[in-house]
């Protein structure tokens, strides 16, 4: 598969497989989002899945919540130690975790393979970063899928972005 070159807003052009399938999912509020998120993870397609969060409080929330669901789910941020860091990559790289919560500081330069779930909890600012969390899957010919979970209002910022274009939309009632 050759890469599709896309403009993310600015003058830099920025490629994304072609084997990347973008879906967003809407929830009416942003209390639907956890449960949003457990349903995305846990399907029988999600394999391993990197999460992406805005804060480094929001990736601990979302680590404890996915443990608490019986996930074997790690942390990655910018305030943990280098070897802290070093483990949770370890045990996703491994398979003893299936789902790595990381903020975009901790997440710059990742690159696992097999990964084949992407979910953007909270929107990032802006278009670059938007493509940066989903080209970490579908690589190296890969089919991946990155998942963005959002609101209304959400949704209609990143309908402006370029980048944002081929995302395929739908609503979410995520089960109780």
Avoid at 58 to 73: C, I, Q, T, W
């Amino acid at each position: 598969t050759r890469p599709r070159v896309m403009n993310a807003g600015g003058s830099n052009a920025s490629t994304l497989p072609e084997s990347l399938v973008l879906r967003g999912h809407i929830v009416s509020a942003a209390d639907q989002k956890p449960a949003a998120l457990y349903h995305l993870i846990t399907r029988p397609d999600a394999g391993r899945s990197l999460v992406f969060a805005n804060t480094r409080d929001r990736v601990e929330e979302l680590a404890r919540f996915l443990k608490g669901r019986g996930l074997a789910a790690e942390a990655l941020h910018g305030k943990m130690l280098q070897p802290e860091r070093d483990k949770s990559m370890m045990k996703l790289r491994n398979g003893s975790a299936t789902v790595l919560v990381a903020t975009d500081v901790a997440a710059r330069g990742i690159d696992v393979n097999e990964l084949e779930t992407v979910v953007q909890y909270d929107m990032p600012d802006q278009p670059e970063t938007f493509m940066h969390r989903s080209g970490r899957t579908a690589r190296a010919g890969a089919v991946g899928t990155a998942h963005l979970i959002a609101t209304p209002f959400e949704q209609e910022k990143l309908k402006n972005w370029p980048a944002a274009k081929s995302v395929q939309w739908a609503a979410l009632r995520p089960p109780t």
